[in-house]
C-alpha cells in the first residue's frame, strides 16, 4: 500500500508540474536589427524619401524634427518567426543614439524627444511621453507588453513599428540614430500544446525519482535483512548437525 501511494503521489506531483509548464515564463523568440547608415550593408528608414527632413550619414541618420517635414519612422517585419507561436507577450526596443539633449529653442525650451510605438506609419500609440530619451545618447531601452494600446494591432499585423516624436524644443531640434534593435518575447507550440521546457521536465522526472527511490532502497534493505536470515538459518542447521554426528 505504502509503494502504491508513492507511486500515486509521484504522478500527481508530476501532472501539477507538467501543467504548470502550460504557463512557463515566455522564452526569446526573435531578435530583429537595423543599422542605419548610406554604406554597404546599413539600411535607411522607412521614412527616408519624399517629405523627410532626416540627412543620411555613413553609419547613423540624423533625425530632424521642423514644420513641413515627414516624421521619422521605421518597422520590424517579425512575421518569419510566427510559426507555431502560441502568444507574444512583449517586445523590448532598444536604440543607440547621441546628441539628443545638446540644442535649445530661441525662447529656452529644452530639446526633448520620445519613443512612440506604434501599428502603422499612421497608426501610433496614445501614450506620448511615456517613452522618453533619458540623456543626450545610448543605447537605452524600453519594454511594451499588453498594457499598451496598440500592442494588440502590432501582434496582428505582426509588424512593429516606432516613431520619434520630439516633445520639447522648437525650431529645428536633431539628434543622430545609429541603429535599432526588436526582441519579440512569447511562449511556442507543439501539437496542440505549449512546449514545456527542459527544465520543467526535468523537474517533473526529479520529483518523480524522489518520491520513488525512498521505497525502493526500503525494499532493498528488507531484502538484504531476509537473505541476511535465511544464511543465519542455514549456518546454525549446518553447526546443529555437526554436533550430532
Known sequence: MTKMKSVATAAFVAAGLLAGA??????LLGTFDRNYGNIDGQINPMSQGAGSCDVM????VTVRSAENC???HDAFNFGSIMGGVSAITSFVLTIDFSGARGETAWWGGQEAWTVRPAASPVVGSAQTGTF?????SGPQSWTFDSTLDVFNQIVATNSFTYWMARQGGGGVMSFDLNSARL??????QQGGGTVSSPGTLALAGLAIFGL????????VLVKHRKDRNEALGKLAQTYQARLNS
Do not use: K
Open 22 to 27: 502550460a504557463q512557463a515564463a515566455p522564452t
Open 57 to 60: 550619414g555613413a553609419n547613423a
Open 70 to 72: 515627414q516624421r521619422f
Open 132 to 136: 522618453a530619451l533619458m540623456g543626450a
Open 183 to 188: 526582441e519579440v518575447f512569447g511562449t511556442m
Open 212 to 219: 520513488l527511490v525512498p521505497g525502493a532502497r526500503q525494499h
